[in-house]
């Protein structure tokens, strides 16, 4: 289901206070306090500048780890390296929504940029609440009489119910920012429009996100090819009545997902034509790797697919027309079981077909191997983009299509 909902182009900003949701939650160096890396920053700075640049005073809520944590920090940092990334001063202010905070809201001018403190400082954030309850918690309520728009930007975040998350939508007009317009006008194209053949490479160690992903996409006709990879084909040759021997079984277990095994056995039942499997392995072996036929597994770790099976998924991603990849083919970071991941993605991006990354651990790969421009799209939100295509209501989502179809200020 495609959902409705207003952007930074319906409306005039200028004059406007905004309250903007973003998601800078980034690695932090423990001793130091030194944020690690910038690249969600860069991604949201989009969508700061323009608010600002087209006059509007922006509000930016955005949270830092969670209690408990290391890197549950201040947004005092992040304020600084957004300021270097726009240009623009941006103003960290310590509290949320305390008189203090408010008065310097109610004190901008247009165009100025303030951050408020790590909205998980505040307790009624993470609890899970429901709509009303966090439409009525204090600070939407004290928020709300100083702006006259939520922006939310944060798709990372879109399949949580969190008070700043889902909060305002109930008493501002809410708009999908500049991010979170990008993600939901490519994933639902590839939902909705997709061209065939649409080949969908699904792997990595959650295998329940790609596994259901694989389910919806069946189910719904929408899918010509599953390669399977990395744990999701364990899981699958193991359903499928291949020996992948004690040690892998184990692994299966260990990680919780015995109970799929069942589910992909009545998946090939109903779709064994479309869902393609491992020819060969790679076997963590002395330390190396050593490729086996899949009847020949040893009762040894399987780390990567094998070159067989290589060429015949890459056979499969160069004609498709539609791709989506989620999770490695295996152990890509340790040395000599990089080859399936990296050489999927490699013809990922040699293909001239429509091609999505889910996010994650598979994004942080593309990346590192400079394939970013080569790929259609990179999604910023690997959970949010998995719920998304695998069939699942995204809270946030469902919260920006209620505001632009009932407030009355659109």
Known sequence: MEYEFKTMDDVELEGKTVIVRVDVNSPVDPQSGELLDDTRMQLHSQTI??????????VILAHQSRPGKSDFTTLKEHAAVLSNITGKEITYVDSIFSKYAQDVIKNMVNGEIVLLEN????????????????????MVRTLTPLADYFINDAFATAHRSQTSIIGFSKTLPS?????????????????????????????????DDSINVMANALKNNSADYILTTGLV?????????????EYNRNFIKERGYEDYIDIAKDLLSDYEEKIILPEDLAILEND??????????????????????????????LIAKTLFANGPAGVFEKEGFSMGTESLLNTIAESDGFSIIGGGHLAAVASNMDLDEEITHISSGGGASINLISGKELPAVKALDVSARTNENF
């Open 49 to 58: 500048m323009e608010l600002s640049d087209r006059g509007a005073r922006v």
């Open 119 to 138: 909205v998980r400082f505040y307790s009624e954030e993470m609890p899970k609440l429901t709509e009303d309850e966090q439409a009525n918690s204090l």
């Open 175 to 207: 708009l999908a920012g500049r991010v979170m317009e990008l993600e939901l006008n490519t994933l639902y194209q590839i939902l909705d429009h997709a061209q065939q053949p649409r080949v969908y490479v699904l792997g990595g160690i959650k295998a």
């Open 233 to 245: 084909a364990n899981i699958f040759l193991e359903a499928k009545g291949v020996d992948i021997k």
């Open 288 to 317: 190396t790797r050593v490729e086996y036929d899949i009847d020949e597994i040893p009762n040894l770790p399987i780390y990567d697919i094998g070159s067989k099976t290589i060429s015949t998924y890459v056979e499969k991603i």
